[in-house]
């Protein structure tokens, strides 16, 4: 898979693409895949790394949403762990079952929470991955060594998915490739072009290279999650916003913090939300916040304040309370959510289902969602898509198509002695899988970024004098992408 190969298929100016899609993350690259499969001539551009954003910042867990059943929402909880089981199976090497307790620290918590969790259980039917049962207090400190002793009455045991988001993001570039679609990042549409006004193609520039692309499209589709509003005033310069943004943040520490490989569910923050502490790497990862008003950008930073609050919840339920300094690191993401019509009130209260709109010109954009219903995400919009295009019609293949993904076996020196990774690791990223940037592999390949700061800062210089050479890159850019790998990781 190489991106100049990629490239080349841009040039041919003559030739018209069924489908356009603007925006590399999960939503985005699921439609790539579904398109591509039904025989739909493909290409989708992104204007940074795939899933940069928001996809490759999320919680690490293919979940029904156990909250959504406390708002009533039955039919997205149904969906989600219909779609959790796609992918289990699907994904086999990516996704894998992950076992939760929900401790209890009042006498009635077990009754509630197992009642609650057995409906769960229920609603996933033939899908289910294991029963819900009663721990007693010994049988849940067995699983978590670390969870506070103190007043606890057991747990409610049950099952869900996890999965490394960024790396099941690659997995679905190489299916969409491998169906025949043309996929690319770090490419940034530029302006959408209209015959009359119908939007006909739309202008592009290669952001390493610089090269300019003009593409004709018989629809072009805006998957682009929290940056929607900005491609759809391309569109329209006027159009009305319809996304409200809300971060949310997680912090990583040592494994020791968890004490176990099952996951934690905290049932109810002091602002309402659930929080999870989960295994994830040899780590603990721990998220997530719910931060309305904030500013759409690519990488937005954690605020202090959620990093308190992180810190103070998991401390009321862990015998050995993390401090600020145990943070081996964090990450921040934007949740796409869609507004209501009228007041758009607690971004925590905003639903995670998916809309479609349409405007006058025809840009079809896909809004909110998760990561965990991404395929039937797809499927809706690329069904709307055919409807509007005049395709003929064809099947969505995507229930049982299964992902590539197998991830790239290099040997070599390890990059450091906190870290999962070798130099051959680093190496595979340039050479198979599109790296372009120092970013692009410790933060979205290999995930060092996200599981220890100081020690990925320690190996990123080895890394970017071995990219120089497998890129062409001079001093100065090795330079350049240091100082970008210090503002994202300033530990």
Request: glycine content about 10%; hydrophobic content about 40%; proline content about 4%.
């Amino acid at each position: 898979m190489h991106r100049s190969d990629l490239l080349s298929r841009l040039d041919d100016t003559s030739e018209r693409w069924d489908v356009v899609i603007v925006g590399g993350g999960a939503t985005g690259l699921g439609i790539a895949v579904d398109a591509a499969s039904r025989g739909y001539r493909t290409v989708l551009l992104e204007q940074a790394d795939f899933a940069e954003g928001t996809s490759s910042k999320s919680t690490k867990l293919i979940h029904g949403g156990v909250r959504y059943l406390r708002s009533g929402e039955v039919s997205l909880v149904r969906e989600s762990l219909r779609e959790r089981g796609h992918l289990l199976r699907n994904a086999p090497n990516l996704v894998k079952p992950l076992s939760f307790v929900v401790p209890a620290y009042r006498w009635y918590e077990p009754f509630f929470y197992g009642s609650g969790l057995t409906l769960y259980d229920l609603l996933a039917g033939d899908l289910g991955i294991g029963a819900t049962e009663h721990l007693s207090s010994p049988e849940t400190l067995s699983r978590i060594s670390n969870l506070r002793k103190e007043g606890l009455y057991g747990s409610t045991f049950y099952w869900d998915g996890q999965f490394d988001d960024a790396r099941l993001a690659m997995a679905m570039v190489k299916t969409a490739v491998s169906e025949g679609a043309c996929v690319l990042n770090h490419v940034k549409v530029e302006r959408l072009e209209k015959t009359g006004d119908r939007i006909t193609g739309l202008i592009a520039r290669d952001q390493i290279g610089g090269g300019e692309y003009a593409l004709s499209a018989k629809i072009v589709i805006n998957a682009t999650g929290a940056f929607s509003d900005s491609i759809r005033r391309l569109d329209d310069s006027g159009a009305a916003p319809v996304i409200a943004p809300s971060q949310g943040i997680h912090i990583v520490l040592d494994q020791k913090f968890l004490g176990g490989q099952t996951g934690v569910m905290i049932p109810k923050t002091d602002d309402g939300r659930v929080l999870f502490a989960i295994p994830w790497h040899n780590r603990m990862l721990l998220g997530t916040t719910d931060t309305g008003g904030v500013p759409v950008e690519l990488n937005p930073k954690p605020l202090e304040a959620e990093i308190d609050y992180l810190i103070d919840h998991a401390g009321r339920y862990l015998s050995d309370r993390p401090r600020h300094e145990d943070i081996k690191a964090t990450f921040a993401g934007l949740r796409p959510l869609v507004k209501p019509s009228g007041d758009m009130g607690e971004t925590s209260r905003l639903s995670r289902s998916h809309s479609i709109f349409v405007s006058k010109s025809g840009l079809l954009t896909v809004g909110g969602g998760k990561w965990t219903t991404y395929r039937q995400m797809a499927e809706d919009a690329v069904d709307r898509a055919a409807e509007l295009a005049d395709l003929k019609p064809e099947p969505c293949l995507t229930h049982e198509l299964r992902l590539d993904d197998e991830c790239p076996k290099s040997k070599g020196a390890a990059l450091g002695e906190d870290l999962p990774y070798t130099m051959g690791d680093a190496v595979a990223a340039v050479r198979e899988e599109m790296a372009m940037t120092l970013t692009d592999v410790l933060s979205r390949r290999l995930r060092a970024t996200f599981l220890d700061e100081a020690a990925t800062l320690k190996a990123a210089p080895g890394v970017a004098k071995m990219m120089a050479g497998e890129l062409g890159r001079d001093d100065q850019w090795i330079r350049e992408q240091l100082a970008v790998l210090k503002e994202m990781a300033p530990s």
